[in-house]
């Protein structure tokens, strides 16, 4: 692992037990107590991971979140103990978070959930490197041109797309007529375009106005019920 673990707590206990524990397994890993050193460190230097928690004594952790989706990328598992954990679990994750533990957590656990956000985002990275290698797809008169990024309706005029909802159609194209899981999906639009929106189901809608005649009644898009959706249409690749 390349670069350092940035931890956020306001807890000196559990920074100096999480960057030892870190250290101890050849990860450097930094320590901080709250939102006024973040903004100091980070105008200067990029982790490769931060580990925040959520919740900081006066501050809110969920706003030092979207501080950092503002213009970072970097992975973030957020920690939380308190009894609002689930509601804040799921915003934490709509902002932008990559993972989450609930404490007390186990440290093993954190290193290998820190490991795995980093293969996933290394992947991805891979993958948009291969995207532009590749040619694009054709489906029910539509046209996607991987190299220029861009959709083609079917009488070949270009569509706008938001890099998450081009992000969410390339995951539909890539595995058509097969239920994909909220989670899979969430996965492949993690590219942080907006701070304050991360519902797959909010994008799915949106996609839905751009390729669907009636977005009421969608037939490209089909909702699977318990499972996520479905694209319905035939694929082709070029």
């Known amino acids: 692992m390349t670069g350092y673990i940035l931890v956020i707590d306001d807890d000196p ?78 915003l934490g994750l ?23 956000v980093l293969r996933r985002q290394e992947m991805g990275r891979a993958g948009r490197s291969r995207e532009q290698e590749r040619g694009g797809y054709r ?11 861009r959709l083609l309706d079917p009488g070949g005029k270009q569509v706008a797309l938001t890099k998450g909802e081009y992000a969410l159609l390339l995951a539909f194209l890539e595995a058509p007529q097969r239920p994909l899981t909220r989670d899979h999906l969430m996965q492949a639009t993690r590219i942080h375009e907006d701070v304050y929106d991360r519902s797959i189901d909010v994008k799915v809608l949106r996609l839905r106005r751009k390729l669907e005649i009636d977005p009421d009644a969608p037939r490209m898009i089909r909702t699977e019920r318990g499972v996520g959706y479905v694209f319905m249409a035939t694929v082709e690749p070029f």
């Open 13 to 90: 206990s559990i920074r100096r037990m999480v960057t030892s524990y870190f250290e101890d397994n050849g990860v450097p890993a930094i320590a901080l107590a709250g939102g006024l050193e973040l903004g100091r460190h980070l105008a200067n230097r990029q982790p490769s991971a931060i580990i925040l928690d959520l919740r900081l004594g006066q501050e809110d952790g969920l706003d030092l979140l979207r501080q950092i989706r503002s213009h970072s990328d970097v992975p973030v598992i957020i920690t939380t103990g308190h009894r609002r954990d689930e509601i804040d679990r799921v």
């Open 94 to 116: 709509e902002l932008g978070a990559d993972d989450y533990l609930t404490k007390p957590f186990s440290l093993r656990e954190l290193i290998a959930r820190v490991r795995a």
């Open 139 to 149: 489906f029910g008169g539509w046209r996607v041109e991987r190299r220029a990024r």
